[in-house]
């Protein structure tokens, strides 16, 4: 079965701004592969085979203008021991794309989630105690999709797969 999730995907250049920022992040986690680095928008998880394709019909339906980020913030998350980047002002698109997305695959088996969506990208990953402040220039993000990803777990640790994309207009 595979292990999916759709997200946003930073194209080459913010995703070497963000792995940047992280790479001054002191070793006290484990740090995420700069090829993963993605902002999930629903983690769905173990899927049947014979249930993906209910998922990619359903992102097909999904309409959204492209919008800007500014990832211009960094937490840490005691429960969850992740030290995360995120964007201080979250557009309404953007809230707007995932309560699309989430009705869109309720049928296919989804249940959202009850806590309202955070946006994040997870930098470092069992982080036990917060991290000092690292001071980094607000990164800008154009974003102009979205893309259902398969999550494999090998020996060196996970690494993810686009599976497919949809264009915003």
């Not at 792995?19 to 902002?39: C, D, E, I």
């Not at 500014?70 to 979250?90: N, P």
């Not at 999550?151 to 060196?156: H, N, Q, V």
Request: glycine share 2%; net charge positive.
């Amino acid at each position: 079965m595979p292990r999916l999730f759709f997200a946003l995907w930073p194209d080459d250049l913010v995703r070497k701004q963000i792995a940047n920022v992280a790479a001054q992040l002191p070793p006290q986690g484990k740090r995420v592969k700069t090829s993963n680095l993605h902002a999930t928008l629903a983690f769905l998880g173990d899927v049947p085979a014979d249930q993906v394709d209910c998922y990619l019909r359903a992102a097909e339906q999904i309409t959204s203008p492209a919008f800007d980020l500014q990832l211009d913030s960094r937490e840490w998350w005691k429960k969850s021991q992740v030290t995360c980047m995120g964007a201080s002002e979250v557009p309404d698109q953007l809230f707007d794309l995932v309560t699309s997305l989430n009705k869109a695959i309720e049928p296919c088996g989804y249940q959202p989630e009850k806590r309202p969506f955070r946006l994040h990208i997870t930098l470092m990953r069992k982080v036990r105690k917060p991290v000092n402040p690292v001071h980094f220039e607000p990164i800008p993000w154009l974003v102009r999709s979205f893309c259902l990803v398969e999550s494999k777990t090998l020996p060196e640790g996970a690494e993810y797969r686009v599976i497919q994309a949809w264009n915003f207009v």
